[in-house]
């Protein structure tokens, strides 16, 4: 593309996508107000387990949402990736304890952390056995003796109608998101697992056989591509945080909440058009560089690793 400018074509439209922080602060406000103010003990027969597993997991992605936002405001992009996964992912689970009257989901949860916790004390503990560690052998032993009395304390929990807690991609299956796993959670949970993505990019630029010039034009486009992304995230995890709080405010009978949930989310949605039509737009106008660029690299090869 004769015409193509990185910096105006690419960066400086990625970078633009900053100016909603200000409307993604005032969206996260306003959907935990609304949320707070619905009633779990009128309609909607929630069940003490599934009200407690209600109130828990919306403050968690609310603290969460918070701590995006700051770091988005504070330009640590790579936490705001990071952060963004754990929110998707207890939005998906709040949906999942919501959707679900018999209170099996809830359940669920509190009793693979009972499992869970306790395969990690024997671990520890036979550890601490194998190493000598004196104090960790006391310890771990505490612990997995505390394991066991809490189940014994909660026994109305263990129960046959109670399935296994899913993994993340079964979750985002079951309660109807699927397609969001793919694009939104999977990417991020790079975020979580060393970042490999931002490694192989700065990697790439290392290597391509262009000029200094080009190189730095190359890394600036780079990181205003992450920051966009990270933006992209957050918008999604406000988004799925209002999805979320909105099937509470249906199974409550909320109209009012729901209807607000519904202008809140649209505005969000704005957001993501946005971003995904720039994309778009971008692709299209790289793909004869990239064809250039291939080709160049053919030539004239790349210096090795």
């Known amino acids: 593309m004769n015409n193509y400018n ?6 400086k439209p990625h970078l633009e996508h900053k100016r909603h922080l200000p409307e993604l602060e005032k969206l996260q406000y306003q959907i935990d107000e609304v949320l707070h103010s619905i009633n779990l003990d009128k309609a909607g027969d929630f ?3 599934s009200k407690v597993c209600c109130y ?11 701590a995006i936002l700051q770091s988005l405001k504070i330009g640590s992009y790579s936490a705001a990736e990071a952060l963004s996964r754990s929110s998707l992912e207890n939005s998906i689970n709040l949906i999942l304890f919501s959707q679900d009257p018999t209170s099996s989901r809830p359940k669920s949860i509190l009793l693979n952390y009972l499992k869970t916790s306790k395969i990690r004390a024997h671990k520890w503990h036979r550890y601490a056995r ?9 310890r771990s032993s505490d612990f997995e003796q505390s394991l066991d009395i809490m189940k014994g304390l909660f026994g109305d929990l263990d129960s046959k109608d109670v399935k296994g807690w899913p993994d993340a991609y079964s979750r985002f299956r079951d309660a ?3 397609h969001f796993y793919h694009i939104l959670f999977a990417p991020a949970s790079d975020s979580i697992h060393g970042f490999s993505n931002d490694i192989f990019n700065r990697f790439l630029g290392e290597k391509l056989p262009v000029s200094e010039e080009e190189r730095k034009e190359y890394f600036e486009g780079q990181l205003a591509e992450k920051i966009s992304f990270a933006y992209y995230l957050a918008t999604h995890a406000v988004l799925f945080f209002c999805v979320a709080a909105s099937y ?3 199974r409550a009978e909320s109209e009012d909440a729901s209807e607000k949930f519904q202008i809140i989310a649209k ?13 778009k737009a971008c692709l299209d ?3 004869p560089a990239k064809e250039s660029l291939k080709e160049k690299a053919n030539l004239d090869g790349c210096p090795k690793a």
């Open 6 to 11: 990185r910096k105006e074509h690419f960066t």
């Open 47 to 49: 069940k003490f387990v």
């Open 285 to 287: 106008m790289l793909a």
């Open 248 to 250: 509470i405010a249906d």
């Open 56 to 66: 828990t997991t919306a403050d968690i992605i609310a603290d969460l949402n918070i």
């Open 176 to 178: 109807g998101f699927e």
């Open 267 to 279: 505005a969000l949605e704005v957001m993501i058009v946005e971003h995904e039509t720039l994309t």
């Open 130 to 138: 194998e190493s000598n560690h004196i104090e960790s052998i006391k």
